[in-house]
């Protein structure tokens, strides 16, 4: 079967100035279109705009994607030779789409283009989970755990995650940042006031009793679960500890 015009088979559709060239038309080409357009055929339904190249004019052109049904009903209203011989073209067409093999190889190409989307997408997930798999672990792990633990702890399971902070960094940055205080004195790194209303720690007191019979109070700061939630998703999410 020689073409006679060409067919987008993923969309079966073919172009309205093509379509204007081929049944011989010499009107205008937006003259011609206004006119077809007369016979009641819908926008987005029967006929879609678009741009396309013209290498001959070297601009974009006004066309439209018309269905095949548009296009044979066009040619059957231009009542000449070179229209008639289009729509028995189409009208070839399609029946050699409907043949068994023609919609088998059809529903074949589909199914390939869903199996690389599923492909695609299937990839995408796999980066984003492997992306979110240092915050899911920490996340499952505090939910599992109500313990506190000490700051240098804390800086290991950053340094697990792949934020690389040690203890005495960490320290420092949650002073600089106001969760611990800065002050030199009997009070150095224990937490702010504002810290302790957020519940991130907890102060853990152990009396001491020493040879010459006094005893004192050493203070200990602890991270609770809340606290290592709060810290280590500020981390994760790349953000800097902000100041309270």
Not at 40 to 67: H, M, P, R, V
Not at 103 to 110: D, E, H, I, N, S
Not at 228 to 240: A, R, S
């Amino acid at each position: 079967m020689n073409e006679l015009i060409t067919v987008d088979f993923d969309t079966q559709t073919v172009s309205a100035r093509e379509l204007h060239k081929q049944v011989g038309s010499t009107e205008r080409f937006s003259s011609w279109f206004e006119r077809q357009l007369q016979f009641g055929f819908i926008e987005n339904e029967d006929y879609t705009g678009c741009k396309k190249f013209n290498t001959l004019a070297k601009q974009e052109l006004q066309d439209y994607d018309l269905s095949i049904d548009m296009a044979k009903q066009i040619c059957m209203v231009q009542k000449n030779e070179k229209a008639r011989a289009v729509r028995q073209y189409l009208i070839d067409l399609e029946k050699a789409w409907n043949t068994p093999e023609q919609v088998m190889a059809r529903a074949l190409k589909l199914a390939d283009k869903t199996i690389e989307q599923l492909k695609t997408d299937n990839k995408a997930l796999e980066q984003k989970v492997e992306q979110d798999k240092p915050k899911v672990l920490f996340a499952d792990a505090v939910a599992a755990s109500h313990t506190s633990i000490l700051v240098g702890e804390l800086a290991k399971i950053l340094k697990q995650n792949g934020i690389n902070i040690g203890q005495n960094r960490l320290f420092a940055e949650l002073r600089d940042r106001g969760y611990l205080i800065k002050r030199r004195g009997s009070d150095w790194n224990m937490p702010t006031q504002r810290a302790m209303e957020m519940n991130l720690f907890e102060i853990k007191e152990t009396v001491i009793s020493h040879a010459d019979g006094h005893t004192s109070v050493s203070k200990t700061v602890k991270v609770t679960g809340t606290g290592q939630q709060y810290f280590i998703n500020l981390f994760l999410e790349g953000q800097k500890l902000s100041v309270l």
